[in-house]
Nanobody, 119 residues
Framework: VQLQASGGGLVQAGGSLRLSCASSGRYATGWFRQAPGKEREFVAV???????YYTDSVKGRFTISRDGAKNTVCLQMNSLKPEDTAVYYC??????????????????WGQGTQVTVSS
């Protein structure tokens, strides 16, 4: 399983970024992030049926979506805040795991992409 994350960058608070995760097959795909000195935390996940889950802090600002034809999952991030600054990772599983927010439940990981939000 190969995952390739892209789309990070530097943006001012209130701005937007779109992350993409290209995979080598059909998987439930999640996004996690890790800020310096903090544990990796769940952001969002999408299954093949379209089921989506978000962490509370990003609800209404982030949207996870899938382009099935391209085996790509995107994370549209709007109204970004400085506290969103982190390295973002995509992760995959054959199905949405239980619990979906536990990074240890995801066996496959892409490399991280840095998101920096300036105030």
């Amino acid at each position: 399983v190969q995952l390739q994350a892209s789309g990070g960058g530097l943006v001012q608070a209130g701005g937007s970024l779109r992350l993409s995760c290209a995979s080598s097959g059909r998987y439930a795909t999640g996004w996690f992030r890790q800020a310096p000195g903090k544990e990796r935390e769940f952001v969002a996940v999408i299954g093949w049926s379209g089921t989506r889950y978000y962490t509370d802090s990003v609800k209404g600002r982030f949207t996870i979506s899938r382009d099935g034809a391209k085996n790509t999952v995107c994370l549209q991030m709007n109204s970004l805040k400085p506290e969103d600054t982190a390295v973002y990772y995509c992760a995959a599983h054959s199905v949405i795991p239980d619990p979906y927010y536990d990074p240890q439940k995801f066996p496959y990981w892409g490399q991280g992409t840095q998101v920096t939000v300036s105030s």
